[in-house]
């Protein structure tokens, strides 16, 4: 009998713990198991906007898939995905096609730009390693050049983050430690650099607890960030910003725009054919695709409905990890035929949200509200834990966190 070919889609959160089980779990002679992702590293997403401020170097938050996936139980491709074609559980990359018996979607995410004129040319984003560390070298460029030019040019000096999201206002906080550095660096009176925030609703981390969310106005605004909230971004251009607020259209100058305020899931899910919920595959109990048997999706790609508020859980880097299990246990049932499929069932712990290297946020442990120097210490605990389960101990002491005040 033919060992069934699993192919896992993308190396973010979801799709690399599931590889990493699954390594655990089947021996070679019972499947085959091929890992496809772009890079031939995985990154934690949580820490590109210390990437983008400059706060945290690149190679920290990368991590080589040869150093946490054992090559010889799982065959990588670097390479990418250009469609599925689920019907012929097919799939076409750019340099080849895979056949699979079992496959598992977890492409990520996209930036959603609401058809808004220019952000797309205009206004970068914190996607991925690389738009990070474009973002990083653009700011230090503007720095350089507001010193250089024989007119200051103070657009140079505005930075404008679009989004109040969790991923606006981590960068916000990371902005606003990192930007007295430059100054230094650079020769320039601190005073004149303005940090921008405009958010379309009435205040930033909208749904959040509302005491938690005041404390991280307060604290970035007593580091210089500014908020402009009930406003939406009408355009962006090179040199400037255009916003509406209270029904006026207002201009910001600037050549920094960093638009953090939506994101969709991997346009390819909706190109296959898959039924999906703008853009995500609504996934079943046991995270499989309706009508596809053989197809589990994972992450940014899967909808899954919280049926007591009857709206979808957030696509989180935890709620990935959690579904992980839950596939690879499922894909091991299919291929030992061993019974019934699990049901996945989300299990939140909470949320910790950082506010710069020496504060943060958080709502933890049923409701737990948790500030400052606890809560710094708690995100650190989290994302040392994911290390631990990704790659043991070694990753732990090699990527870690260790020095709170870090």
């Not at 190396?11 to 089980?21: E, N, S």
């Not at 609401?114 to 206004?123: R, T």
């Not at 019974?339 to 709502?363: C, Q, W």
Request: aromatic letters at 8%; a negative charge; glycine letters at 8%.
């Amino acid at each position: 009998m033919k060992k069934p070919d699993i192919v896992i889609l993308g190396a973010g959160y979801g799709g690399i713990m599931t590889a990493v089980k699954l390594q655990k779990k089947l021996n070679m002679n019972e499947a085959t198991i091929t890992l496809v992702n772009k890079y031939d590293y995985h990154y934690q997403t949580t820490w590109l906007h210390e990437n983008a401020a400059g706060t945290l170097h690149h190679d920290r938050t990368r991590i080589p898939i040869k150093d946490v996936v054992d090559t010889d139980k799982v065959h990588f491709v670097m390479d990418t995905v250009v469609s599925i074609k689920p019907e012929k559980k097919k799939v076409k990359l750019e340099n080849g096609e895979l056949y699979y018996d079992i496959l598992v979607i977890g492409l990520g995410f996209e930036t959603a730009t609401f058809g808004i004129p220019g952000l797309k040319e205009n206004a970068f984003t914190i996607e991925n390693i690389n738009s990070a560390r474009l973002i990083k070298d653009h700011l230090e460029y503007n720095f350089a050049m507001y010193q250089y030019e024989d007119e200051k040019n103070h657009g140079r000096l505005n930075i404008v983050v679009g989004g109040g999201g969790f991923t606006g206002v981590g960068y916000l906080g990371e902005l606003a430690n990192r930007i007295p550095a430059l100054c230094e660096e650079y020769d320039i009176n601190k005073s004149i650099v303005r940090i921008i925030n405009i958010e379309g609703e009435s205040t930033v981390l909208p749904g959040f607890d509302p005491q938690l969310t005041e404390y991280a106005m307060s604290s970035l605004e007593s580091r210089g960030v500014e908020f402009i909230t009930g406003a939406v971004l009408k355009e962006c251009k090179p040199d400037r910003i255009i916003y509406e607020k209270d029904g006026r259209e207002m201009e910001i100058p600037t050549y920094t725009t960093v638009w953090a305020a939506g994101v969709r899931a991997n346009t390819i899910v909706e190109e296959s054919g898959f039924e999906h919920n703008h853009g995500k595959i609504e996934v079943r109990h046991d995270l499989r695709a309706p009508d596809y048997d053989d197809v589990f999706a994972i992450g940014d790609c899967a909808l899954i409905i919280d049926e007591k508020t009857d709206s979808p859980y957030p696509s989180t880097a935890q709620m990935a990890v959690q579904q992980s299990e839950t596939v690879a246990h499922n894909i091991m049932s299919l291929v030992q035929e061993t019974g019934e499929l699990d049901e996945y069932k989300p299990h939140l712990l909470g949320t910790v949200t950082s506010l710069g290297n020496n504060d943060a946020i958080g709502d933890v442990l049923n409701n737990r509200k948790m500030f400052g120097m606890k809560a710094v210490i708690m995100k650190k605990i989290i994302d040392n834990r994911y290390l631990l389960k990704l790659g043991g101990v070694g990753l732990l002491m090699r990527k870690g966190k260790f020095n709170i005040f870090y």
